[in-house]
């Protein structure tokens, strides 16, 4: 607790995700934002990948997909498997950008991501992308 107040990006997001599981601590979406925030400003991909989870189930902050998106992205141009994951979900489900949502796809399979290699399929499957385009 010491070190997350001092500042310690690792000791914040590890705050951050202690109260968002309640592993430890009373499970406190507000607070695990809170904290996730902090450590997220600081460049840690976790604690950027989780507060998109929050944003994007409105847990602890108001429900914003813009938000989301903002910091899986920031996450993902860091090499985070989770957020390429999520942000080729995203791209795929709900902006129905398949060229996008395969590049990130193919960013998290690249790094052994199997459901991220087996959404990439999908995509050719069902002729969402055509075989050839930017493989």
Same mark, same amino acid.
């Given at each position: 607790?010491?070190? @997350? !107040?001092?500042?310690?990006?690792? #000791? &914040?997001?590890?705050? /951050?995700?202690?109260?968002? %599981? =309640?592993? +430890?601590? $009373? *499970?406190?979406?507000?607070?695990?934002?809170?904290?996730?925030?902090?450590? @997220? !400003?600081?460049?840690?991909?976790? #604690? &950027?990948?989780?507060? /998109?989870?929050?944003?994007? %189930? =409105?847990? +602890?902050? $108001? *429900?914003?997909?813009?938000?989301?998106?903002?910091?899986?992205?920031?996450? @993902?141009?860091?090499?985070?498997?989770?957020? &390429?994951?999520?942000? /080729?979900?995203?791209?795929?489900?709900?902006?129905?950008?398949?060229?996008?949502?395969?590049?990130?796809?193919?960013?998290?399979?690249?790094?052994?991501?199997?459901?991220?290699?087996?959404?990439?399929?999908?995509?050719?499957?069902?002729?969402?992308?055509?075989?050839?385009?930017?493989?």
């Amino acid at each position: 607790m010491i070190a @997350a !107040e001092n500042g310690h990006p690792e #000791a &914040q997001y590890e705050m /951050g995700r202690m109260l968002m %599981n =309640g592993d +430890g601590l $009373p *499970q406190d979406y507000d607070e695990a934002a809170r904290w996730f925030r902090l450590s @997220a !400003e600081q460049d840690t991909s976790w #604690a &950027q990948c989780n507060l /998109g989870i929050l944003y994007a %189930n =409105g847990l +602890g902050v $108001p *429900q914003n997909w813009g938000e989301t998106v903002k910091w899986w992205h920031l996450a @993902a141009a860091q090499g985070h498997l989770v957020s &390429q994951f999520n942000l /080729g979900q995203w791209y795929s489900e709900y902006a129905q950008d398949f060229e996008i949502a395969a590049e990130f796809y193919r960013q998290a399979a690249t790094q052994g991501h199997e459901r991220a290699a087996r959404e990439l399929e999908s995509l050719y499957q069902e002729g969402k992308l055509l075989r050839g385009e930017r493989e």
